[in-house]
């Protein structure tokens, strides 16, 4: 298995994941495809792993930063860091 940190380093290098994340529409539809990639962790984990992402690069927009907070789904912090 993966890491979260290491599958968004994958993310990041590959537009078939990119537009695969952005695709989905909910958290069970990002659980299903964490698993499909065999990332270990829960969504949570995965949120997290984004949150210090953003974390290493700067400060988080108040949408993402609620998100996190407020127990948002992952996708819409990746929509948030990587467009």
């Given amino acids: 298995m993966k890491t979260a940190q290491d599958f968004i380093k994958e993310i990041n290098k590959s537009a078939e994941l990119q537009n695969a994340i952005k695709a989905i529409k ?23 792993a984004l949150q210090a992402k953003q974390d290493d690069e700067g400060e988080l927009t108040d949408d993402a930063a609620e ?7 992952a996708s819409d912090l990746w929509h948030y860091f990587f467009g």
Wanted: hydrophobic share 45%.
């Fill in 26 to 48: 909910d958290k069970d539809a990002l659980a299903a495809f964490l698993k499909k990639n065999d990332v270990e962790g829960a969504v949570e984990d995965f949120g997290k």
């Fill in 67 to 73: 998100a996190v907070a407020g127990g948002g789904w």
